[in-house]
Structures are given as C-alpha cells and as structure tokens.
C-alpha cells in the first residue's frame, strides 16, 4: 500500500467529513458604489414574465437615457428564488438598492432588523396618489416602508367552456352551490380543479379564504394579534375543506404538481384540461405562458360566501407587490420609484394588463375585461386582507402553508391544523 | 503498533512533548538527531507553507462551523447581529419531539439501507460485466457514468418531467401495460421513486469505483485461481472481492455521507413532499432556515446532521477503513 493511495483515502474522508455542515450562505457582496462618477441602482424584482419583464426593462433604460450618471442593474428573478436568495442576502446584514415586497411579515422583520429605509417623509408629496388598500400592507407601526407598484385579489378562473358543458350556468355564488359546481363537473369528466401541492401556498388561499367568510376579517385580525387559531371559525374552516378535498377535485397527482411548469397548476387550467384554479390576479398572464390560455373562455368569480358565516362575500383576500429601499441605498433609487409610479408609466404597465392600478384614477386604463372586473370588486371590496403567508410573521405563515398541504392530502385532522399553527403562532 | 504509539503521544501533555527527548523512540531515533535551531528554522517554513490554507481553512470551514453551534442554543432569526435569547437546549428538545424531524432520520436510515443492500452491488454487478473482454465496453462504461456528470438540479428537473403522473415519459411507456404509477407525487411511492432516481444518478459513479479497483487486481492472481481449479463464482467471491475490498469500504462511507446530507435531488424533485414524506434532515433544516427564519433552530438541526456524519465517519474509519488508512496521517514522520 502506498503512501499516496493512503494519503488520498485520508484527505478524501477529512474533506468529506467537513462538509457534513454544509448549507453556508452564498451571500453576493454588492455596494451601491458610485464607480467613475456613476451610481449604480441594484435592483432585485420578480418581473421574470411577459409583459412586466419588458416594461420593468423599458422603465430602467429610459430612466438612465434621462439620467446618465445613474445605472439601474435590472435582475429579474423567479419568485421562489427570489425569496431564498434574498433570505440568504439578508442574513449577512445586506438588502439589494431596490427590491420586490409584499409588505406584512417580512417587511417587518426585515425594518425591525433595520435593513429597509423609511420612505414616510421622502416620499410624503407623492405617496397620496396611491390607494389606501395598495399602500396598507408596506405600512409598519404607521410608518410607510415600501412604493406599491400592483395590488390585487385572489379569486377563482374558470373555464366558461367546461362549466357550460358540465351544464353550470353561472359561477356559484355560494359554498354550497360551489360544492354542487365541483361535482357537477366531476360528473361530466372534467377534473373540476387545479391544484400545485407541491409548492403549498395555493392551497392556503382555500383555507384562508373560508375563516375568513366564516368568522368575517375580525376573526383573522384577532387571531393575529392573541395567536389563538383553535377558535371555531378555523376549524370549520378545515372541515369544510376536507369536504372538498374529499370529493377528490383535483388533478391526478396534485400533490406532487407545481404551478408555473409546463404540466402545473396554471399550465392545466390554460390548457383546458381542468375548470378552474384559486389565484390571483396574474393568473391569466401566468395560464398564457405555461400554457396555451383560455382568450375569451376565461372567466372569474369571487370565493363564495359561506351560508351562516359572519364574513362578507364582497371581503378581499390577496397582496400586490411594491418596491423596497435599502437602508444603505442611494437617493436614486427612490427617484426612479417616483419615476416608474408616474401616472403616465403606470398607466402603460396596467394598460399592459401585467398589474393592477394602485394609482388613484388609473382605473379606466385596466383593457382586459376579466382584470377589470377584478379591479372593480378591489375598488368596492367592504374589507381586505393580506396573504397570510405574507401577513403573519414567516415561521406562522409557512406553518399555515404546511399544515394545510398536509389537511388536504389527508395527513392531519382541521383540529391538527389549527392546534399547529397555534404553537407556531405562540413560540414566535 | 506504531499507530497506537502515535496516538499515545498525541494525548501526552504539550510540555513533555515538546522536550528534547521525546518519548519516540521508533522513527526519530534512528535518524542522526538535527541542532535545535536548524529544527526551529524547519518548523518557521513549515508553518510559513501552512498558514495560507489554514487561514482559509479555518475562515470558510471551522468559523462556520463553530458559529452554527453557537447559534444553535438561541432562538434567532438570523437577522439583527448576534443572537440574543439562549434558550439552552430548547431547540434540541423541539427536534427531538418534531414527527417531521424523526421521520428525516427514519428515511434517512431507509434510504442508507437500500444504498447498500441494492445499489452498490448492482454497481458492483455491472463492472464486473464490464470488466469483460467484450464489443462496445468503452461505450457502456461511458454511458453508466454519464448521469453522474449532470448536476443534481438538472437530474431533477429531467425526473420530474419524466415522472410527471400526467403525460410524464414514464407513464407513456408503462401506461401500454397498465403500470402507471403518481411516483413522486403520492406518499407512498415517493421514496422508492426518489431512490430509483438516486440510483440512476450514482450508481455509473460506484461502478467506476469498482471497476477501477477490479483492474488493481493483477491478473496473475486471479489465473493462480482458475488454474488450482476455481470457477468464475469462486474466483469472484474468494479472490476479487476480498481484494475489492478497500474501494468497497470507500464507496459505502461515500454512499452513506450521501444518504445523510443529500438535498438538492430532494428539493428539485419535490421539495420534501408530499406532506413531508420524502423530506431530509438537509431540507428540514433549509426550510426552518430560509422560508420559516428561525436560523436558530435550523443550525440546530445541522448540528446534528454534522454530528451524525462525525460519529458515522470516525467509527467507520477506525473499525471499518482502519487497515485502509492506517499510517496515512502518521507516514510522512516515518519517512524523514
């Protein structure tokens, strides 16, 4: 036996061996440094489909051909990805100049840990263009950390073409008439509803949506604020749906199903191979790109009110999406904030039919007739509620996510889910 | 022998190492003895070549180390400096009594155990096919060896498409005899599917292992065999595989290191799902870390993925690999 063949063997397990603790950061050093008189914007957004991509793309090269000294490095990032790098970017004390939000939990985390700017002042003259119900998930402790760019709503598309050859003639405006609605198709062959199990946070919007129509907004503020979701409304909310899920609505192999892949959630329902889907108000864009697209067969509904519950068939459930600054980052990136909220831009980008208006008095520029009528059940909704996996504080969010998946996948009871994300909820 | 010396003065106090005439009879006292300056300039350099790497070294791999430990007797969310609130073992406690957790354990043992009893010797079954004089073998080996070049991630993107339960390549082909399965996407099937995926990926690696360990064998050995009237069964068992035996004892630590940290394959494949029943140690402790924030508990649960390893690797290599590696560390003193 050699010396070199005993050496490698020795280094091969050392070197293995060390790696058992693998999982380190990857967290890219980056600086807001002004290089050669030049300041460089770095900006993180989730703009990774058509048509936002190449509106988020335009807004940077005209904001520079107006500014020449300043450089917008536009990277557009797949939301999943982009949550864990950030995650990543974040625990090593740094943010990107300019970044994607969704307001609530996490923004909050990340203004406690004192990596966001506080735009209350900075952007006073301004921030009363937007609407009150686009600007409420950025807004901490009254004070405003994020420039909402979308807002929107979670409701169901549906095929009007399989609903109409399962014989339903309009959208079910209750949750009993939307039980008949999914065996009616389940009848006449048609898978009633996509689902992606895999990736959890659509299901939570099933889930969420009934407390909420049961024990009406003031159930989920409360819940909010004592950590207590074994109360009625949750549970019930889980026993009904269980009732749904054991009616077996989904496509086959759900579980393992994402959402934006070619044979996922979003691509299915584009398709035409399943009636409808619980989504917001990307959904159309995001059924056009996996999948072919429904056109004109694309309808939407609101969730249904539950009989008896104490919630509002008109209350909305969804987020929008603004943009952050680093507490570290140049002026600049705000000024291209106020330049990309000009009324003018915005209207192209909700013209677009990419977001939905978070401008006062952008409304008649939303073309297509579907988002349309989601920002019209936005603008009369009687209250609304952010995601709550966006709303809660992460660790309570995610567990909603989870206890959920495993509910509809039979694995735990709605007394379990409820018992879960209340000693995730209290530990926090 | 010598090793059990060399141990024993490792464990003896740093000053009575460090006389002059040290208790090391065996290689140092053979040799003419140098002047305590030329040893100390010897050292200086010594020490001079190391630094660099050890710097690295304890920078990119010991700091980290020791700061997940640190961390993970705190309740932290991984932002705001350094952790405040100790809550002693508390995180230790949670894992202990989290299903989820001890299930990452139980199908981590699954997932070794069927590493061992059906990959490896499938493995080890086709090098020694083709360690035959055989038309095309160059061309075989490459293609077995192939998967393991794609990375994980692609690997997982290829399955999922593959095994996709609605018109994924798998069911195609098995559906004309009426074998479809959900694979990855039922509780049930997802941990035999995920190891046929492992094993497609690993298996070309552990067979190239083998095969270079089999061409070690000098022929003369296994002809002495066939001439004293062994068949090709007993050559294989009595002559190649007790001399196999060193890269076999390597490919199983390798496995099994694998089956304890292995990740990426999981996370693109299904994310740990469905319902936690293909999760790993190594996605639980991602999904505290990075979707759930509490950074605190997570390096907790790499505490113990690293302990695991440790214990795992150091008794393996003392009473497993121990002729394999006896002297390697000890060689170069004998040498001078």
Redesign the interface.
Known sequence: MSLGRRSAAALVAATLLLGGCGGGGDGEPKAASGSGGKVTVEWWNIGTTEPLKSFLARMATEYQKQHPNVVIKNLPIENEAFKARMTTLNQSGKTPDLFTTWGGGVLKQQVDAGLVKDLSADASSWMGSFTPAALQPYQVDGKTYAIPADIGMVGFWYNKALFAKAGVTEPPATWSAYVDTVKKLKAAGITPIALAGKEKWPGHYYWAYLAMRIGGLAALQQAATDHDFTKPPFVEAGRRLKELADLDPFQKGFLGAAYNTPDGQAALVGNGKAAMELMGQWAPSVENEAGKGLGDDLGFFPFPAVEGGAGKATDAFGGGGGYAIGADAPAEALDFLKFMSEPKNHRDVVASGAVLPVLKGVEDAVKDPNLATVARALSSASGFQLYLDQAYPPAVGQEVNDSVAELIAGKKTPEQVAQAITETAKSE | MRAAQDTSRLASPPGERRAPSPAAPAAGAAAPRPSRGHRLRGRLTIAAFLLPALLLFGLL?LA??LV?VYTSVFKW?????LPDDFIGTANFERMFADEVFLGDLWRGAVLIVLSLAVQLPFALGVAMLLNQRMRGRAVYRMIFFAPYILSEVITGVLF??IL?????LANLVLGTVGLES??????ST?MPSLFLVMTWKYFGFHMILYLTGRQGIPHEVTEAAQIDGAGSWQVFRYVTLPLLG?TIR?SV??SV?GA??L?DLVWVL??G????SSETM?VT???F???????GYANAI??V??AV??VF?LVY?RYV?RR??????T?MRS?R
């Open positions: 791999v980290p180390i997940a969310n991984g932002l705001r400096g999922s498409m996709s339960p609605d018109g994924g959900d694979w990855l996407s039922d509780p997802v060193p390597i630590f390798l290191i304890i940290q990740f299904t994310g799902g469905p319902a936690h190594a402790m991602f999904q870390g990075f979707k759930r924030y509490q950074v790499s505490v993925m690293f390893s440790l690797a290599q690999m394999d590696t006896e002297g390697a560390i060689a040498q």
